[in-house]
């Protein structure tokens, strides 16, 4: 390798070392604000600004889902095993939306520590299988507990 | 190989006249690869293989979109190696495939955004949102359209091809923190289903449609790259003899 090219190469090896490295330290500090939705125990550990409109995440709790009658309402308890918050919602819910399955709330935690929620999304989990498979693992009902993929890296 | 023959084959294969006569020979062993495992794909993904046991039909379009959204992010990382072998050795067959795979890159990132979209309604509830995975899969499309846009703007080749060599490597920055943005942070988009350490989470009889169809993109992505480089190529040259020769005699 020629001198030049090796100047050269070292330069652009430079650039990627320090993009990657600017880069790495703004996502680090805007962690928080990444994030797209809060697990039940970062709220219950108080590291989740209460007083404004924020995604909460994580299982429908088994046995949880009730709906007081107009049809439209729906109560039930979004847990990720540690802790467990109580969700309220008025709207039409997705497909996926089932206990055991993971879901995103979007609102507000009132004084009394319910979630006051305006839009729910389902999330998938990211396994595929036929209904015979399926039937076989008896899945469907899904974790009991908060999957990996339902938490961002510590 | 040995040091001087890698040389040799580095040397022979950045000569332009040579790349644009055995190009010719290879698109065919691009090609049919590229047609046969799409084919399976499609057909085997759409007709074949049984429904999800949660979605139903919806998830089919798996075959389309995590093919599309692989080639998004390994054309990117492509253009950047080509970038540093442009800009470190000035080879300008380097140059003119970063030039053609931009836009056969923007068009898998369109494909991948698109087809996430129609999946999202249905199954999460929403087209969009600005979770990690989906910003940052958007801000690939407009790096792709950036280098495009770069070139077009740029009167003198050399200096266009040295400004996409440039934006490909910062760019590149991007395709770790989208394919981990699933890891790092809480997204609506789940994590991955086939990871080449950890197996996979899908049946086997789903899953072989779908290697075949990433695998049959990325040979439909080198088909269509090397026949921009062609079209790169003679324009880029139009006035050296050897265009001409090539020109009028066919």
Same mark, same amino acid.
């Given at each position: 390798?020629?001198?030049?090219?090796?100047?050269?190469?070292?330069?652009?090896?430079?650039?990627?070392?320090?993009?990657?490295?600017?880069?790495?330290?703004?996502?680090?500090?805007?962690?928080?604000?990444?994030?797209?939705?809060?697990?039940?125990?970062?709220?219950?550990?108080?590291?989740?600004?209460?007083?404004?409109?924020?995604?909460?995440?994580?299982?429908?709790?088994?046995?949880?889902?009730?709906?007081?009658?107009?049809?439209?309402?729906?109560?039930?308890?979004?847990?990720?095993?540690?802790?467990? !918050?109580? !969700?309220?919602?008025?709207?039409?819910?997705?497909?996926?939306?089932?206990?055991?399955?993971?879901?995103?709330?979007?609102?507000?935690?009132?004084?009394?520590?319910?979630?006051?929620?305006?839009?729910?999304?389902?999330?998938?989990?990211?396994?595929?299988?036929?209904?015979?498979?399926?039937?076989?693992?008896?899945?469907?009902?899904?974790?009991?507990?908060?999957?990996?993929?339902?938490?961002?890296?510590? | 190989?040995?040091?001087?023959?890698?040389?040799?084959?580095?040397?022979?294969?950045?000569?332009?006249?040579?790349?644009y006569d055995v190009s010719a020979r290879w698109a065919v062993?691009?090609?049919?690869?590229?047609?046969?495992?799409?084919?399976?794909?499609?057909?085997?993904?759409?007709?074949?293989?049984?429904?999800?046991?949660?979605?139903?039909?919806?998830?089919?379009?798996?075959?389309?979109?995590?093919?599309?959204?692989?080639?998004?992010?390994?054309?990117?990382?492509?253009?950047?190696?080509?970038?540093?072998?442009?800009?470190?050795?000035?080879?300008?067959?380097?140059?003119?495939?970063?030039?053609?795979?931009?836009?056969?890159?923007?068009?898998?990132?369109?494909?991948?955004?698109?087809?996430?979209?129609?999946?999202?309604?249905?199954?999460?509830?929403?087209?969009?949102?600005?979770?990690?995975?989906?910003?940052?899969?958007?801000?690939?499309?407009?790096?792709?359209?950036?280098?495009?846009?770069?070139?077009?703007?740029?009167?003198?080749?050399?200096?266009?091809?040295?400004?996409?060599?440039?934006?490909?490597?910062?760019?590149?920055?991007?395709?770790?923190?989208?394919?981990?943005?699933?890891?790092?942070?809480?997204?609506?988009?789940?994590?991955?289903?086939?990871?080449?350490?950890?197996?996979?989470?899908?049946?086997?009889?789903?899953?072989?449609?779908?290697?075949?169809?990433?695998?049959?993109?990325?040979?439909?992505?080198?088909?269509?790259?090397l026949?921009?480089?062609r079209?790169?190529?003679?324009?880029?040259?139009?006035?050296?003899?050897?265009?001409?020769?090539?020109?009028?005699?066919?």
């Amino acid at each position: 390798m020629t001198r030049t090219r090796r100047r050269r190469l070292l330069l652009v090896g430079s650039l990627l070392v320090g993009l990657g490295g600017a880069a790495a330290l703004m996502l680090t500090a805007f962690k928080q604000d990444v994030l797209y939705f809060h697990e039940p125990s970062a709220i219950a550990a108080g590291d989740v600004p209460i007083n404004t409109r924020f995604r909460i995440g994580g299982l429908v709790a088994a046995g949880s889902v009730n709906r007081p009658g107009d049809g439209l309402s729906v109560n039930f308890k979004i847990s990720d095993c540690a802790a467990t !918050v109580p !969700v309220r919602y008025r709207g039409t819910l997705p497909d996926l939306f089932r206990e055991g399955q993971g879901v995103i709330a979007y609102g507000k935690l009132d004084a009394a520590g319910e979630f006051e929620a305006d839009q729910i999304l389902a999330k998938h989990d990211s396994s595929y299988m036929s209904p015979d498979t399926a039937r076989a693992l008896k899945a469907g009902t899904a974790d009991a507990c908060m999957p990996a993929n339902m938490q961002a890296a510590r | 190989m040995t040091g001087t023959g890698f040389k040799r084959w580095f040397h022979r294969f950045g000569s332009l006249p040579y790349f644009y006569d055995v190009s010719a020979r290879w698109a065919v062993w691009l090609a049919v690869p590229a047609v046969v495992l799409i084919g399976y794909a499609l057909v085997a993904g759409l007709f074949v293989v049984p429904p999800d046991y949660q979605q139903g039909d919806v998830f089919r379009i798996i075959y389309i979109h995590v093919p599309s959204a692989w080639l998004s992010l390994f054309g990117y990382t492509a253009m950047a190696v080509a970038g540093v072998v442009a800009l470190v050795w000035r080879l300008k067959i380097a140059e003119i495939f970063i030039v053609a795979a931009a836009p056969v890159g923007a068009s898998f990132t369109f494909l991948a955004l698109v087809t996430g979209a129609i999946w999202g309604e249905p199954t999460w509830g929403t087209y969009w949102v600005w979770d990690a995975r989906l910003t940052s899969e958007l801000i690939l499309l407009f790096l792709y359209l950036g280098v495009i846009a770069l070139h077009q703007a740029i009167e003198s080749p050399r200096t266009a091809a040295r400004a996409c060599a440039l934006l490909s490597i910062v760019g590149v920055i991007n395709v770790p923190i989208i394919h981990y943005s699933v890891v790092w942070w809480t997204t609506l988009h789940q994590g991955s289903t086939v990871s080449l350490t950890g197996g996979s989470k899908m049946d086997a009889d789903m899953l072989w449609p779908l290697l075949a169809g990433a695998l049959g993109f990325t040979f439909l992505f080198g088909w269509l790259t090397l026949w921009g480089m062609r079209v790169q190529l003679l324009w880029r040259e139009r006035r050296s003899r050897w265009v001409m020769k090539r020109i009028t005699h066919g």
